[in-house]
């Protein structure tokens, strides 16, 4: 008999477990804190259990499912690229970063990505599957256990379309943020979304607490077609719709990413049409300048970055330009796929 994998159980599932084997429920609270407080691999490390039970679960179960293959660390030493195997052979890849006192992971939520945006490396890829909430939990945990860390922050921006993987995502975001297990808190865990419109309205009607984060990378409806061909079916009109639903329904602000590339997006008439879209909403824009993977497109000078930056001066708007991270082992955002071959 194939056995129960526990890791991305919920307390509940883990629950009827538990009493499915005749144990009294309590101990499932104790195992969920074990497996995601503590990260354990084997049941041998549950020393608050008697050994029968401890043999029990061995007869029953297993934890964890990534094993990590390859682990690359930048030169700054602030951030480690980690690549994974998952069980039938499929390999995923996450990020670890140090700034100041944060510790963050950027995890992944699919093989592969079938949206195919022209500035990112994993939509170069094919999409191959969904992970599992475990599969998308145990990248944090895997980390946590290999550099002996705690995280502080999450986000989901890493291989893959999260909210084309809707249910898993949220399952594993519950399972980080239980008070029993890794206990990040909600708003410390921020989800990005390539602009999937029935999502963001369900994530708002959900009234999910995470944080919501927009890859526009263009404010004209053609620009944003051309990088990111899911544009065609949910248009950027729309999106801005659905992102004026979610600020006015959740009160909180959402965040805009946007990628910058040379003679692609930089521009002022850029910058001016970005500041009319955003002006009326609660909103933060994170400009990112584009980390080059190949030599056709380049990140713009720093001049056109505060030439940019300058419209939105006088707007309700916060506005910052996110320092690239893990430039020289592509670890940067839109740089994530099996680079490790
Ligand atoms: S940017 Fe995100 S949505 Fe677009 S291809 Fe890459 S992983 Fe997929």
Request: proline share 3%; hydrophobic share 40%; glycine share 6%.
């Amino acid at each position: 008999m194939e056995k129960l994998n526990l890791t991305g159980m919920t307390l509940e599932e883990m629950e009827s477990l538990i009493e499915s084997i005749g144990q009294p429920r309590y101990r499932a609270a104790q195992l969920f804190n074990w497996i995601y407080k503590k990260g354990i691999l084997s049941f041998d490390q549950v020393t608050n259990f008697s050994k029968q039970l401890r043999q029990q679960l061995v007869d029953l179960a297993q934890i964890g499912l990534v094993t990590i293959e390859k682990q690359i660390v930048s030169s700054d030493n602030q951030t480690n690229k980690f690549l994974y195997k998952l069980a039938d052979g499929q390999c995923i890849e996450s990020v670890y970063m140090i700034d100041r006192k944060r510790r963050t992971v950027c995890l992944s939520t699919q093989v592969g990505c079938a949206l195919a945006c022209n500035f990112c490396a994993t939509g170069a890829m094919d999409f191959k599957r969904n992970l599992t909430a475990g599969e998308i939990i145990d990248q944090l945990l895997a980390i946590q256990r290999t550099l002996n860390v705690e995280v502080t922050n999450v986000v989901i921006m890493g291989m893959g379309e999260p909210f084309l993987n809707y249910d898993e995502v949220m399952k594993a975001c519950d399972l980080i943020s239980h008070d029993k297990g890794v206990a990040i808190g909600k708003r410390k865990i921020t989800i990005s979304t390539s602009g999937i419109i029935p999502a963001i309205k369900r994530f708002t009607d959900d009234g999910q607490r995470y944080k919501l984060a927009i890859s526009l990378n263009a404010a004209h409806e053609e620009k944003r077609s051309q990088m990111m061909p899911i544009n065609k079916k949910y248009p950027l009109n729309e999106l801005m719709n659905a992102a004026k639903y979610y600020t006015s329904k959740s009160r909180h602000r959402i965040t805009f990413e946007y990628v910058m590339i040379a003679g692609v997006n930089d521009g002022m008439e850029d910058a001016l049409k970005l500041a009319k879209l955003v002006k009326s909403l609660k909103c933060k824009i994170n400009l990112i300048p584009y980390n080059a993977i190949d030599n056709h497109q380049a990140p713009p000078s720093e001049e056109k970055i505060n030439a940019f930056i300058r419209p939105f001066l006088n707007l309700n708007v916060v506005i910052s330009v996110r320092k690239s991270k893990g430039v020289d082992i592509n670890a940067a955002c839109g740089q994530l796929y099996n680079s490790f071959n």
